[in-house]
């Protein structure tokens, strides 16, 4: 039996995918509401394809709890939040779910850290906790990194399909828990040791982070100089070797915009590049509002209520609003003492922010400016409703004679 730790985003739908594939699954979690909910069939967030992952789980036998198992494998994926000012991640949740296993856990059980983590994390705060308990890791327990590389909005497909690292002290521990995850994934599995495991997560998420740095700072060389970066990005693409991404209002969710930061907290004098790519990735939401007092200026546009974000997620066709761009807009513009921005998004259903609609056409209807910040479908589909309107698009989806872009 496998007993999965933390029934979040990538808890919950790891554990639905090895119960749907013959494994037995206890998850748990800290949350009585979550455990409730999902013991009463009732999926915690949205995703294409995960309710219908979540019934084949149930019919195969899942069970929720907030209790911890005895058994001889546990996944742990618990939030691995970092702090805003030291840049470091904190451990703390690992390591109190950690302490819970050890507690359960019988001699020569296996535990798979999944939460991302900065490199080094398990030697400094996984370790000393099993050293706590009188333990030696290889030899009492055994310690594992299977850094999960999945996606809000893709995430069943992805689980199938995407490689994985698993990194242990042991390399025949690796490959049993490669056989694990096996069980589902058909990508390729690479087993390795625990610093690497730790180290290729963050980098991946790096990679991207600084990808997307250079294109948001070419939109405002290009913003600066009138030209069009999606045009010169379209035509640098056409070479081989150049894989520019595309410019947005700014970067969220838990990986891109939280990773890096792992690797400028622990090497501050060392990730100069990528400390600097992430300031201008997180200072986009600024830019973006910059733009926006700026077409306002340009249409004679003087009151900031009739203005309206489109999107309040971080991310296309998902409810996940973590690090969401459009909510550090708001904070912002809270910042320069401004209010009144209204705000819309078809997979929010209660209210997270002031002045937000829950109907597209009645939001529609209050603002004479609107400001795509979240490309769902639904907007994509409902183009003609914003004829008439002043459009800031910072996702350029629309390719239409005088709407704006950042």
């Known amino acids: 039996m496998v007993n999965v730790i933390g029934l979040g985003y990538i808890g919950l739908p790891t554990a639905l995918m090895l119960a749907s594939h013959g494994v037995e699954v206890v998850g748990t979690d800290y949350s009585r509401k979550v455990v409730d909910s999902l013991s009463a069939g009732k999926m915690t967030f949205k995703e ?12 195969a036998g899942i069970s929720f709890t907030t209790e911890y198992q005895k058994t001889d494998t546990y996944i742990i994926s618990v939030p691995t939040p970092y702090d805003k000012f030291s840049k470091k991640v904190d451990p703390a949740y690992v390591s109190a779910a950690v302490k ?33 308990f009188g333990y030696e890791a290889g030899r009492d327990v055994h310690l594992v990194h299977a850094p999960e590389r999945i996606i809000p909005g893709n995430m069943v497909y992805e689980l199938l399909h995407n490689n994985r ?68 990005i379209k035509i640098c693409n056409m070479h081989p070797r150049v894989n520019i991404l595309q410019p947005g209002p700014g970067v969220g969710g838990h990986c891109i915009s939280v990773d890096p930061w792992f690797l400028v907290g622990d090497y501050p004098s060392l990730a100069k590049v990528i400390d600097e790519s992430m300031r201008t990735n997180d200072g986009m939401p600024d830019f973006v509002l910059g733009r926006i007092y700026e077409i306002m200026r340009e249409n004679g546009l003087k009151d900031i209520s009739r203005v309206g974000l489109y999107g309040l997620t971080y991310k296309e066709n998902v409810d996940d609003v973590r690090e969401s761009p459009t909510l550090q807009l708001l904070e912002s513009q809270a910042r320069h003492l401004a209010a009144g921005l209204k705000a819309y998004d078809p997979f929010i259903g209660e209210d997270i922010v002031e002045n937000q609609y829950h109907s597209l056409e009645d939001f529609l209807n209050d603002v004479d400016m609107v400001v795509i910040m979240v490309k769902h479908t639904q907007i994509r589909e409902n183009m003609q409703q914003l004829a008439g309107k002043i459009v800031l698009d910072c996702q350029n989806i629309i390719d239409l004679p005088g709407v704006y872009h950042i």
């Not at 294409?48 to 019919?59: C, S, T, V």
């Not at 050890?102 to 939460?115: F, N, R």
């Not at 056989?179 to 790096?206: H, P, W």
């Open 48 to 59: 294409d394809g995960i309710e219908e992952l979540f019934h084949a789980a149930l019919d």
């Open 100 to 132: 819970s296993v050890l507690a359960v856990a019988p001699k020569g059980a296996v535990i798979v850290i999944e939460s991302t983590i900065s490199p080094g994390t398990i030697d400094k705060s996984v370790r000393p906790v099993v050293e706590e």
């Open 165 to 232: 690292t698993i990194g242990a002290d042991d390399r025949e521990v690796g490959e049993r828990i490669k056989d694990l995850y096996a069980s589902f994934c058909q990508g390729e599995i690479v087993v390795t040791d625990i610093r690497t495991a730790e180290m290729t997560k963050v980098v991946e998420n790096t990679f991207r982070a600084v990808n997307i740095a250079f294109a948001n700072e070419l939109a405002k060389i290009c913003r600066h100089d009138g030209m069009d970066v999606y045009e010169i």
